[in-house]
């Protein structure tokens, strides 16, 4: 299983995980009426798409609007002449500074647990697996229930990477066990069915082929992640 970086945020795997949690937020809007107030999102357009339908309209969500708008900016010059940052370098530090302040300064706050989720992406992205992981374990401890499933869930693709297949297991069978708004059932077994591919490929099959025949985004997933498996 790769490890989860920002630059692995626009992959095609992760575009699918993205597309069903938005899927499943967007036909579990009573639910998420119950968490009003409390928010939540591995991923930067999941975090978004249910910050946005919990309807938080504070300073707070408008500043973690702009730190992600920075992620989102353009390197290099651009015809359009809209903005860019030079190099990517720039804009990963501008992102860090943008992440940092709203962290320190809202923290507790939905807004500021996030801020800390993209920063351990980040940190991530930069190579410092030991501390990327050390943030990641602190959202999913000082997180709400939401903040926490997504920490684990990238947590435990992080240790299946790390060849901690043990570890990654664990939180995954919890995770399937006790889903969440951000985190569903599904999207949590198909992690699982991966992290077993090559210690246990039977079990991952079983997992994965009623998977292959749910709703689009959902079988998409279930049929990529069967495709790694070894034949039988």
Do not use: C, W
């Not at 947590?155 to 399937?176: F, M, S, T, V, W």
């Not at 210690?199 to 079988?219: D, H, T, V, Y």
């Amino acid at each position: 299983m790769a490890k989860i970086s920002r630059k692995e945020l626009k992959s095609d795997h992760f575009a699918m995980e993205v597309e069903h949690t938005v899927d499943y937020v967007a036909h579990h809007k009573t639910q998420i009426a119950r968490y009003a107030g409390v928010g939540g999102a591995v991923a930067a357009a999941a975090l978004a798409a249910y910050l946005y339908m919990s309807g938080q309209r504070t300073a707070r969500m408008q500043a973690l609007g702009e730190a992600v708008q920075v992620l989102e900016t353009p390197v290099g010059a651009l015809q359009s002449g809209g903005p860019s940052f030079p190099t990517q370098d720039a804009r990963d530090k501008e992102a860090v500074k943008s992440f940092t302040n709203l962290a320190s300064k809202h923290a507790g706050s939905t807004e500021g647990v996030a801020a800390r989720f993209y920063l351990a992406t980040l940190t991530l992205d930069q190579g410092k697996t030991a501390e990327a992981e050390k943030m990641l374990k602190e959202v999913a401890d000082s997180g709400g229930k939401e903040y926490a499933s997504l920490a684990q869930l990238s947590l435990a693709e992080l240790q299946a990477n790390a060849g901690r297949a043990a570890d990654a297991e664990k939180i995954l069978r919890n995770l399937a066990d006790h889903p969440t708004i951000l985190v569903s059932k599904e999207q949590a077994t198909i992690s699982l069915a991966r992290v077993l591919g090559k210690s246990n490929p039977g079990e991952a099959r079983k997992l994965l082929e009623p998977l292959a025949k749910e709703r689009s985004s959902i079988s998409r997933n279930a049929v990529t992640a069967l495709g790694e498996l070894a034949p039988k």
